[in-house]
DNA sequence: ATAAGGATGACCT
DNA sequence: GGTCATCCTTATA
């Protein structure tokens, strides 16, 4: 241990990993449009081998319940879908175009689904193996890196074999969320990305004016 | 603009 | 059982 892991190698965070404490099961026993807009500052965080990977959350998008067209609990329970009706605060991982992985967290109580899906991310912690995990050579900006819900599955190493259904609120698990008292200024809020069905409801969520948010940030 | 890519669920037999 | 349209995307042109 040359040096010590608490300093967030990015700018601004107080993010320190010797105290962090996952999320309580509570902050996730809630609508998923309240726990979008709330998850919007805090810290994902990844444990990995060579250290923790971590970035802050700039874009989410919420997810319902049966009556939402566009969300995977549209037509009921299924296989796939089951930790959508499972406890709130476990990750909900599926593949996406045979590619690419998309991270979700479930919301409300059990019985009841509903997920909130994070789309893009500021690095923090672990931006070079982040770089490695994606691909990408030194000259790539960090921008590129977690802005998109498939990028960031790729740059954190996060997988549905992996990682499906794991417990978000345990201290010792390998993905929490911790809380960073970070102001996040203008918070915006538009229409869903790519999706047909639902296409207008008001469900996604984002830092105004962001670099790491994806696709169009206006 | 569009191809890549594979799992999933809907809808048959 | 089988087939088929769809898909909460990304990296190329």
């Known amino acids: 241990m040359t040096k010590p892991a608490r300093e ?21 026993d809630a609508p998923p449009e309240q726990v979008a807009r709330l998850l919007l500052g805090k810290i994902l965080v990844r444990r990995g081998r060579g250290g ?9 998008e919420a997810y319902l319940g049966e009556h939402d067209a566009a969300a995977h609990a549209a037509s009921g329970r299924t296989a ?21 992985a998309c991270f979700n967290i479930s919301c409300l109580p059990e019985g009841v689904p509903g997920c ?29 890196l977690t802005s998109g819900p498939g990028k960031l599955c790729q740059a954190l190493d996060i997988s ?13 698990g390998r993905l929490g969320l911790v809380e960073d008292n970070f102001q996040c200024g203008e918070i915006r809020v538009t229409p869903r990305v790519g999706i ?6 008001p469900l996604r969520f984002f830092l105004a004016g962001h670099d790491c948010v994806s696709g169009r940030r206006g």
């Open 8 to 28: 967030a190698e990015h700018a601004g965070s107080t993010f320190d990993l010797t105290t962090w404490r996952p999320l309580p099961r509570e902050f996730f």
């Open 52 to 60: 923790p990977l971590a970035g802050r959350i700039v874009e989410t």
């Open 80 to 100: 796939r879908n089951a930790v959508l009706y499972g406890p709130p605060g476990h990750a909900y991982i599926y593949n996406i175009y045979g590619l690419y």
């Open 116 to 144: 909130v899906l994070v789309r893009a991310l500021e690095p923090l912690q672990g931006i070079a193996e982040m770089r490695r995990n994606r691909g990408l050579n030194g000259s790539a900006g960090i921008h590129q």
């Open 160 to 172: 549905r074999a992996e990682d499906n259904g794991l417990d978000l609120t345990r201290a010792d």
């Open 196 to 201: 047909s069905r639902a296409a207008d409801w």
